[in-house]
């Protein structure tokens, strides 16, 4: 398997733009996370998906994010507008299990750099 | 608030040494996970522990989750055991996985 697969792996942008990052999880894999990285809060999870839908998005900052599921292999975390404070690594992850009880394989991460 | 605690924050070693990472939980766990962060950024997976002991080669972690910590050891290290590493829980009853603010690892050669 491929692994958890996200594009792009490099984003610059403006603030005000809108953003889509992208997420392809391991085939077969029930649960979906995405987590942002940054030096001063450390790694959270923002949205938690089951079976694509979404189970606990308690982590999402602020309405300018959003995050979507429609398929089994495919998930967006969209940010519009983008601003300066934004600029992160965003992961996505995917397990086999549910309610987030058992191993999880993260992708490489998009390094976000809002100007 | 639900908290999960790493010690030490930073640990410089000479190769080969040996070491204890520590985690403390604030709450019951349905999960617990150790990941490694590698100098380039990508998060591996080490262990899927919420209570007992697991070993993979050099490294073996521990979780007593009645008394809410997990330890990892590392044995004989390398430098390419450099990175930093954390401790994830996922607390019963909820969803949310929170991750420590890990220990950052220095290993001499």
């Known amino acids: 398997d491929a692994g958890v697969i996200q594009s792009p792996r490099h984003e610059v942008t403006e603030m005000g733009q809108e953003v889509t990052l992208r997420c392809k999880p391991i085939?077969?894999?029930?649960?979906l996370f995405w987590y942002r990285q940054t030096m001063m809060r450390g790694l959270e999870l923002l949205i938690y998906?089951?079976?694509?839908?979404?189970?606990?998005d308690s982590g999402m900052p602020e309405d300018r994010f959003s995050a979507k599921m429609p398929n089994a292999s495919f998930s967006t975390l969209k940010i519009q507008p983008s601003e300066p404070r934004d600029s992160a690594v965003y992961f996505c992850?995917?397990?086999?299990?549910?309610?987030?009880?058992?191993?999880?394989?993260f992708g490489p991460g998009t390094r976000l750099t809002v100007l | 608030g639900i908290q999960v605690e790493q010690s030490p924050p930073d640990l410089i070693l000479q190769e080969g040494a040996n070491s204890t990472l520590r985690c403390n939980f604030s709450d019951s766990v349905n999960n617990l996970q150790w990941f490694h962060q590698n100098p380039w950024g990508q998060l591996i997976n080490l262990f899927y522990?919420?209570?007992g002991t697991k070993q993979n080669g050099r490294l073996s972690a521990t979780t007593v989750a009645t008394e809410r910590y997990s330890l990892l050891y590392i044995s004989s290290s390398q430098t390419t055991d450099s990175g930093v590493y954390f401790c994830?829980?996922?607390?019963?009853?909820?969803?949310?996985?929170?991750f420590g603010a890990g220990t950052r690892l220095f290993v001499k050669a």
């Open positions: 522990i919420p209570s």
């Open positions: 085939s077969g894999h029930n649960s």
């Open positions: 992850a995917s397990s086999p299990g549910i309610r987030g009880a058992d191993t999880q394989y």
């Open positions: 998906f089951n079976n694509n839908v979404p189970i606990d």
């Open positions: 994830a829980a996922g607390f019963t009853g909820g969803f949310k996985t929170i």
